[in-house]
Protein backbone atom coordinates (compact mmCIF):
# COMPACT_ATOMS: atom_id res chain seq x y z
CA UNK A 1 0.00 0.00 0.00
CA UNK A 2 1.36 3.74 -0.63
CA UNK A 3 -0.03 6.61 0.75
CA UNK A 4 1.80 10.11 1.01
CA UNK A 5 4.07 9.68 4.26
CA UNK A 6 3.86 12.42 6.90
CA UNK A 7 6.82 14.31 7.31
CA UNK A 8 8.05 16.05 10.58
CA UNK A 9 10.56 19.48 9.89
CA UNK A 10 10.44 20.41 13.47
CA UNK A 11 11.38 18.73 17.02
CA UNK A 12 7.85 19.54 18.80
CA UNK A 13 6.21 17.90 15.74
CA UNK A 14 8.40 15.54 15.78
CA UNK A 15 8.03 14.75 19.64
CA UNK A 16 4.40 14.77 19.65
CA UNK A 17 3.90 12.31 16.37
CA UNK A 18 6.07 9.96 18.52
CA UNK A 19 4.06 10.29 21.35
CA UNK A 20 1.32 9.46 19.15
CA UNK A 21 2.87 6.18 18.92
CA UNK A 22 3.91 5.50 22.29
CA UNK A 23 0.20 6.74 23.55
CA UNK A 24 -0.79 3.31 21.45
CA UNK A 25 1.71 1.18 22.59
CA UNK A 26 3.80 1.00 19.49
CA UNK A 27 7.40 0.34 19.18
CA UNK A 28 9.22 2.62 17.09
CA UNK A 29 12.46 1.73 14.79
CA UNK A 30 14.52 4.80 13.10
CA UNK A 31 16.59 4.37 10.27
CA UNK A 32 19.04 7.16 9.79
CA UNK A 33 20.36 8.34 5.93
CA UNK A 34 21.35 11.12 4.23
CA UNK A 35 18.43 10.77 1.41
CA UNK A 36 19.03 9.94 -2.15
CA UNK A 37 17.40 6.58 -1.17
CA UNK A 38 18.24 3.77 -3.45
CA UNK A 39 16.91 -0.12 -2.59
CA UNK A 40 19.78 -0.33 -0.14
CA UNK A 41 18.09 2.15 2.35
CA UNK A 42 14.70 -0.12 1.35
CA UNK A 43 16.03 -2.30 2.66
CA UNK A 44 17.07 -1.20 5.71
CA UNK A 45 13.39 -0.08 6.37
CA UNK A 46 12.01 -3.20 5.91
CA UNK A 47 14.12 -4.54 8.14
CA UNK A 48 13.35 -1.92 10.68
CA UNK A 49 9.85 -2.74 10.38
CA UNK A 50 10.67 -6.42 11.14
CA UNK A 51 12.07 -5.30 14.60
CA UNK A 52 9.07 -2.60 15.33
CA UNK A 53 5.15 -1.15 14.78
CA UNK A 54 6.57 2.29 13.54
CA UNK A 55 9.44 2.85 11.34
CA UNK A 56 11.06 6.82 10.93
CA UNK A 57 13.42 7.41 8.41
CA UNK A 58 15.40 10.09 9.14
CA UNK A 59 16.57 12.33 5.82
CA UNK A 60 19.07 15.07 6.62
CA UNK A 61 22.64 15.16 5.02
CA UNK A 62 24.84 16.06 7.50
CA UNK A 63 27.16 18.70 7.25
CA UNK A 64 29.87 18.14 10.08
CA UNK A 65 30.64 15.12 8.37
CA UNK A 66 32.37 16.13 5.44
CA UNK A 67 35.48 18.13 5.45
CA UNK A 68 35.86 21.30 3.52
CA UNK A 69 36.77 19.56 0.04
CA UNK A 70 34.33 16.94 -0.07
CA UNK A 71 30.97 16.78 -1.47
CA UNK A 72 28.38 18.49 0.77
CA UNK A 73 26.81 20.62 -1.68
CA UNK A 74 27.03 18.15 -4.82
CA UNK A 75 25.42 15.44 -2.49
CA UNK A 76 22.57 14.40 -4.30
CA UNK A 77 19.37 15.40 -2.49
CA UNK A 78 16.08 14.54 -4.18
CA UNK A 79 13.48 14.74 -0.98
CA UNK A 80 10.54 14.00 -3.47
CA UNK A 81 11.84 11.39 -4.87
CA UNK A 82 12.72 9.61 -1.32
CA UNK A 83 9.19 10.44 -0.18
CA UNK A 84 7.95 8.60 -2.95
CA UNK A 85 9.89 5.91 -2.39
CA UNK A 86 9.40 5.71 1.08
CA UNK A 87 5.62 5.57 0.94
CA UNK A 88 6.40 2.35 -0.93
CA UNK A 89 8.16 0.97 1.85
CA UNK A 90 5.58 1.15 4.70
CA UNK A 91 7.24 4.45 6.54
CA UNK A 92 4.85 6.23 9.61
CA UNK A 93 7.27 8.99 9.63
CA UNK A 94 9.73 11.29 7.77
CA UNK A 95 12.21 13.03 10.07
CA UNK A 96 13.58 16.05 8.16
CA UNK A 97 15.05 18.43 10.02
CA UNK A 98 17.15 21.25 8.25
CA UNK A 99 20.91 22.51 8.88
CA UNK A 100 19.44 25.41 11.84
CA UNK A 101 17.03 22.51 13.23
CA UNK A 102 19.87 20.20 13.87
CA UNK A 103 22.60 22.71 14.77
CA UNK A 104 20.79 25.77 15.73
CA UNK A 105 22.45 28.82 16.61
CA UNK A 106 25.19 28.41 19.29
CA UNK A 107 25.47 24.82 18.93
CA UNK A 108 28.39 23.77 20.99
CA UNK A 109 28.21 19.86 21.72
CA UNK A 110 29.91 17.23 19.97
CA UNK A 111 30.54 13.42 20.54
CA UNK A 112 34.21 13.01 20.39
CA UNK A 113 34.33 8.88 19.24
CA UNK A 114 37.30 7.06 20.15
CA UNK A 115 37.38 2.69 20.08
CA UNK A 116 37.03 1.50 16.43
CA UNK A 117 36.31 5.53 15.40
CA UNK A 118 40.62 4.80 15.10
CA UNK A 119 40.75 1.77 13.36
CA UNK A 120 43.07 3.38 11.04
CA UNK A 121 40.44 2.60 8.34
CA UNK A 122 37.83 5.49 6.91
CA UNK A 123 39.26 7.92 10.01
CA UNK A 124 42.85 7.82 8.51
CA UNK A 125 41.04 9.06 5.35
CA UNK A 126 38.55 11.10 6.53
CA UNK A 127 39.60 12.37 9.72
CA UNK A 128 36.44 14.87 10.88
CA UNK A 129 33.98 11.51 9.48
CA UNK A 130 33.36 10.29 12.67
CA UNK A 131 33.30 13.29 15.21
CA UNK A 132 30.37 14.42 12.81
CA UNK A 133 28.62 10.86 12.34
CA UNK A 134 28.74 10.18 16.26
CA UNK A 135 27.30 13.50 17.01
CA UNK A 136 24.62 13.50 14.91
CA UNK A 137 23.69 9.63 15.39
CA UNK A 138 23.60 10.43 18.76
CA UNK A 139 21.35 13.53 18.37
CA UNK A 140 19.04 11.58 16.00
CA UNK A 141 18.65 8.56 18.67
CA UNK A 142 18.31 10.94 21.33
CA UNK A 143 15.72 12.70 19.12
CA UNK A 144 13.44 9.58 18.58
CA UNK A 145 14.49 7.36 21.48
CA UNK A 146 13.61 4.48 18.97
CA UNK A 147 13.84 0.74 20.42
CA UNK A 148 16.04 -0.37 17.45
CA UNK A 149 17.79 1.66 15.13
CA UNK A 150 18.93 -0.01 11.48
CA UNK A 151 22.41 1.08 9.87
CA UNK A 152 23.90 -0.63 6.75
CA UNK A 153 27.12 -3.03 6.82
CA UNK A 154 28.57 -1.38 3.96
CA UNK A 155 29.92 1.68 6.24
CA UNK A 156 31.07 -1.25 8.53
CA UNK A 157 33.31 0.96 10.73
CA UNK A 158 30.48 3.31 11.18
CA UNK A 159 28.18 1.07 12.19
CA UNK A 160 30.82 -0.51 14.84
CA UNK A 161 31.70 3.29 15.88
CA UNK A 162 27.37 3.32 16.46
CA UNK A 163 27.66 -0.01 18.40
CA UNK A 164 30.11 1.13 20.69
CA UNK A 165 28.55 4.93 21.30
CA UNK A 166 24.91 3.38 22.20
CA UNK A 167 26.92 1.02 24.56
CA UNK A 168 28.94 3.77 25.80
CA UNK A 169 25.76 6.33 26.47
CA UNK A 170 23.82 3.93 27.46
CA UNK A 171 20.63 4.69 25.02
CA UNK A 172 18.09 2.41 25.15
CA UNK A 173 18.38 1.20 21.69
CA UNK A 174 18.96 -1.67 20.32
CA UNK A 175 21.38 -1.27 16.98
CA UNK A 176 20.88 -3.43 13.97
CA UNK A 177 23.36 -3.89 11.41
CA UNK A 178 21.87 -4.89 7.73
CA UNK A 179 23.46 -6.86 5.15
CA UNK A 180 24.72 -4.93 1.86
CA UNK A 181 22.63 -4.29 -0.92
CA UNK A 182 24.13 -5.07 -4.14
CA UNK A 183 23.60 -4.53 -8.04
CA UNK A 184 22.62 -7.64 -10.21
CA UNK A 185 26.86 -7.46 -10.97
CA UNK A 186 27.73 -7.01 -7.57
CA UNK A 187 28.37 -3.69 -7.39
CA UNK A 188 27.55 -2.09 -3.51
CA UNK A 189 24.48 0.10 -3.68
CA UNK A 190 25.41 3.76 -2.58
CA UNK A 191 24.33 7.28 -3.49
CA UNK A 192 27.66 8.35 -4.80
CA UNK A 193 27.18 5.92 -7.51
CA UNK A 194 25.46 8.10 -9.53
CA UNK A 195 28.68 10.32 -9.69
CA UNK A 196 30.18 7.25 -11.87
CA UNK A 197 30.44 8.13 -15.39
CA UNK A 198 29.33 4.53 -17.30
CA UNK A 199 33.01 3.49 -17.82
CA UNK A 200 33.79 4.38 -13.87
CA UNK A 201 31.03 2.10 -13.71
CA UNK A 202 32.36 -0.68 -15.23
CA UNK A 203 35.60 -0.38 -13.80
CA UNK A 204 33.82 -0.01 -9.94
CA UNK A 205 32.88 -3.56 -10.09
CA UNK A 206 36.76 -4.68 -9.74
CA UNK A 207 36.13 -4.28 -5.97
CA UNK A 208 33.55 -6.25 -5.16
CA UNK A 209 35.06 -8.65 -7.61
CA UNK A 210 38.60 -8.49 -5.24
CA UNK A 211 37.00 -8.53 -1.96
CA UNK A 212 35.29 -11.74 -3.01
CA UNK A 213 38.32 -13.44 -4.69
CA UNK A 214 40.62 -12.27 -1.46
CA UNK A 215 38.46 -13.60 0.52
CA UNK A 216 38.21 -16.83 -1.19
CA UNK A 217 42.04 -17.38 -1.07
CA UNK A 218 42.01 -16.82 2.74
CA UNK A 219 39.71 -19.36 3.13
CA UNK A 220 41.69 -21.82 1.32
CA UNK A 221 45.07 -20.75 3.80
CA UNK A 222 46.90 -18.31 1.57
CA UNK A 223 48.78 -16.14 3.82
CA UNK A 224 46.99 -12.69 4.40
CA UNK A 225 49.92 -10.72 3.30
CA UNK A 226 49.96 -12.42 0.02
CA UNK A 227 46.58 -11.71 -0.53
CA UNK A 228 46.10 -8.32 0.06
CA UNK A 229 49.15 -7.52 -1.65
CA UNK A 230 47.51 -9.28 -4.94
CA UNK A 231 44.39 -7.42 -4.24
CA UNK A 232 45.88 -4.45 -3.92
CA UNK A 233 47.24 -4.41 -7.33
CA UNK A 234 44.11 -6.30 -9.32
CA UNK A 235 42.19 -2.84 -7.38
CA UNK A 236 44.94 -0.29 -8.48
CA UNK A 237 45.66 -2.22 -12.05
CA UNK A 238 41.76 -1.58 -12.77
CA UNK A 239 42.50 2.23 -12.79
CA UNK A 240 41.72 2.98 -8.99
CA UNK A 241 43.54 5.24 -6.52
CA UNK A 242 43.88 2.49 -3.89
CA UNK A 243 43.60 4.17 0.17
CA UNK A 244 43.50 0.71 1.76
CA UNK A 245 42.39 -2.97 1.04
CA UNK A 246 42.53 -4.24 5.00
CA UNK A 247 41.50 -7.52 6.53
CA UNK A 248 40.33 -6.90 10.03
CA UNK A 249 38.78 -8.40 13.35
CA UNK A 250 35.26 -7.94 12.80
CA UNK A 251 33.68 -7.54 15.82
CA UNK A 252 36.86 -4.29 16.72
CA UNK A 253 38.01 -3.83 13.49
CA UNK A 254 41.60 -4.60 15.31
CA UNK A 255 44.65 -5.54 12.72
CA UNK A 256 45.28 -9.23 12.28
CA UNK A 257 48.13 -11.20 10.94
CA UNK A 258 46.19 -14.62 10.24
CA UNK A 259 42.48 -16.27 9.79
CA UNK A 260 42.87 -17.25 13.36
CA UNK A 261 42.73 -13.71 14.68
CA UNK A 262 39.08 -13.55 12.71
CA UNK A 263 36.38 -13.55 12.46
CA UNK A 264 37.45 -11.73 9.70
CA UNK A 265 36.21 -8.93 7.18
CA UNK A 266 37.80 -7.56 4.12
CA UNK A 267 37.41 -3.97 4.00
CA UNK A 268 38.25 -1.63 1.25
CA UNK A 269 38.26 2.20 -0.10
CA UNK A 270 39.41 3.09 -3.41
CA UNK A 271 38.53 6.38 -5.70
CA UNK A 272 38.05 6.66 -9.21
CA UNK A 273 37.88 9.53 -10.55
CA UNK A 274 36.43 12.20 -8.05
CA UNK A 275 34.45 9.31 -6.19
CA UNK A 276 35.16 7.53 -3.56
CA UNK A 277 33.55 4.15 -2.71
CA UNK A 278 33.96 1.52 0.17
CA UNK A 279 32.71 -2.01 0.67
CA UNK A 280 33.48 -4.79 2.67
CA UNK A 281 32.78 -8.95 2.77
CA UNK A 282 33.17 -11.67 5.41
CA UNK A 283 35.70 -13.91 5.15
O1 LIG B 1 25.31 6.37 6.73
C1 LIG B 1 24.79 7.49 6.57
O2 LIG B 1 23.97 7.71 5.67
C2 LIG B 1 25.16 8.63 7.52
O3 LIG B 1 26.50 8.56 7.89
C3 LIG B 1 24.24 8.69 8.77
C4 LIG B 1 24.36 7.45 9.61
C5 LIG B 1 22.79 8.88 8.32
C6 LIG B 1 24.64 9.88 9.63
O4 LIG B 1 24.55 11.09 8.94
Not at 24 to 32: I, M, Q
Not at 95 to 123: H, K, Q, S
Not at 189 to 197: A, C, E, G, P, Q
Not at 254 to 269: C, E, F, N, T
Given at each position: ?????????S???????????????????????????????????????????R?????????????????????????????????????????????????????????????????G??D?????????????????????????????????????????????????????????????????????????????????????????????Q??????????????????????????????????????????K???????????????????????
Amino acid sequence: MSSKVPVARSIPVLRRTIAGFRAAGKTVALVPTMGALHDGHLALVRLARRHADRVIVSIFVNPTQFAPHEDLTSYPRRFNQDAAALSGVDTDLIWAPTVDVMYPEGFATRIVPEGAAFAGLEDKFRPHFFGGVATVVTKLLTQCMPDAAVFGEKDYQQLQVVRQLSRDLSLPVKIIGAPIVREKDGLAMSSRNVYLTPQQRAVALTLHRTLKDCAAQIRKGRPLRAVLAGGSDAITNAGFALDYLEARNAGNLAPVSSRKDGPLRLLVAAKIGKTRLIDNVAV
